[in-house]
């Protein structure tokens, strides 16, 4: 059987070695393939074509994954002055397919929903975030006069939907509803875990003279909680508080945030990282040099990379942007966008014991098993199968 999975995602082809490349992160790899083509036998990605970007970029070509990319589809003019088009491409990408993967909320997998409805083909929906809150923060008036559209739309698709596949277990459900048939899966890809003697052995014995925090986001947006964390940090070494370091990783140009950093006279309490890879090859071995993972994020659905650091036994303070209640406990959540409860947050975890914040760091790792992908993959394979 052939699957299309379909998707906003930026993806470059290499005209030299004819491969396909991630443009966005290292998200979608052979890892994510993998979880489909267990089930499926050939998969097709759907997403949209870039000619460069300025990112390192990882290889998504993979045994059995084809690549049929739309190109110009990015601006609001392409989508509206060029819908026809994109929908004849869309269409020609899934005719032939047997069923289709839907990732929402996005552009494509939206076209690529009524189409299936069209073609009468077998289809599931993911709902990995929530439209109305990206669009409401993301810095520019454009995007709070779309945001209630978008969750409109959104809202109409999966109303409609046989199958769903949210990301949250109830945060993205009581926005966008399903009467029919859905399931609860994070899109987490968590191999594997810390083991709790390495926790320990990380707080008690950690003699570093810095509080060394991580921030994981993108630098295109400005709705990732770069402004909230360093406004934080500001008043925290306005207070006397001078050892800590915010290590900020990322895909885009981070100018803005260096630029931030500076007005605040932050410059030396701050390290850009740029962008890492996704897994044991960058993101983990970097989430274990850390104290303390911090995502004060204005929008999410179920923030991957805050169970990422949660298995690997850190203290984690978020906003309450998504579905982050399912993973944290309150205490160290803060609304989001309310730095001054972030940085109360930050001085507090800083004067607990080492044995203190250990036991944090474990009670996140115990937490963080719940989402291992063996687990998440048996309750994916079990939903999908019975729609064939």
């Not at 994070?186 to 950690?206: F, G």
């Not at 810095?210 to 993108?218: E, R, S």
């Not at 909230?228 to 140009?253: C, H, M, P, S």
């Not at 850390?290 to 659905?301: A, Q």
Request: charged share 25%; hydrophobic share 40%.
């Amino acid at each position: 059987m052939k699957a299309a999975f379909i998707h906003d995602h930026n993806f470059v082809l290499n005209q030299l070695n004819g491969l396909y490349y991630d443009g966005s992160g290292g998200v979608f790899t052979k890892d994510l393939w993998e979880r489909y083509l267990v089930i499926f036998d050939e998969l097709k990605i759907i997403g949209r074509g870039i000619d460069q970007l300025p990112n390192k970029l990882i290889l998504s070509s993979y045994e059995n994954v084809s690549f049929s990319l739309v190109y110009n589809a990015h601006s609001f003019k392409n989508r509206v002055f060029d819908r026809k088009r994109i929908v004849n491409e869309i269409r020609e990408s899934i005719v032939d397919v047997d069923f289709v993967i839907i990732r929402l909320p996005s552009f494509l997998g939206s076209i690529a929903f009524e189409l299936c409805l069209e073609l009468n083909k077998k289809y599931i929906v993911e709902v990995v975030g929530d439209p109305y809150e990206a669009y409401k923060f993301h810095g520019t008036l454009l995007g709070k006069v779309v945001a209630p559209f978008e969750m409109l739309k959104l809202k109409s698709i999966i109303n409609k939907a046989n199958n769903v596949i949210y990301v949250t277990q109830s945060k993205l459900q009581e926005r966008y509803p399903n009467n029919n048939n859905s399931i609860g899966i994070s899109n987490v890809q968590l191999k594997n875990i810390l083991s709790k003697d390495k926790v320990n052995t990380y707080y008690l014995e950690n003699n570093s003279p810095f509080f060394k925090i991580g921030l994981i986001g993108t630098f295109h947006v400005k709705y990732k909680g770069h402004f909230e964390l360093l406004k934080a940090l500001k008043d925290l070494r306005d207070q006397g508080v001078n050892n800590i370091k915010v290590y900020f990783v990322g895909t885009g140009d981070p100018n803005w945030v260096i630029s931030l950093a500076k007005e605040m006279g932050l410059l030396d309490n701050i390290v850009i990282l740029g962008t890492l890879k996704a897994g044991e090859n960058g993101i983990i071995p970097f989430l274990d040099s850390i104290d303390c993972y911090v995502h004060p994020s204005l929008t999410e659905g179920l923030p991957r990379v805050v169970i990422e650091a949660m298995s690997r036994g850190k203290i984690c303070l978020t906003s309450d942007a998504g579905g982050v209640r399912e993973l944290i406990k309150d205490s160290y959540i803060h609304k989001a966008g309310d730095w001054n409860m972030l940085k109360k947050q930050l001085d507090l975890v800083m004067k607990l014991s080492k044995e203190e914040q250990s036991i944090i760091g474990l009670e996140n790792l115990e937490k963080s098993r719940d989402y291992l992908e063996d687990i998440l993959q048996n309750k994916r394979i079990n939903f999908i199968k019975k729609l064939l």
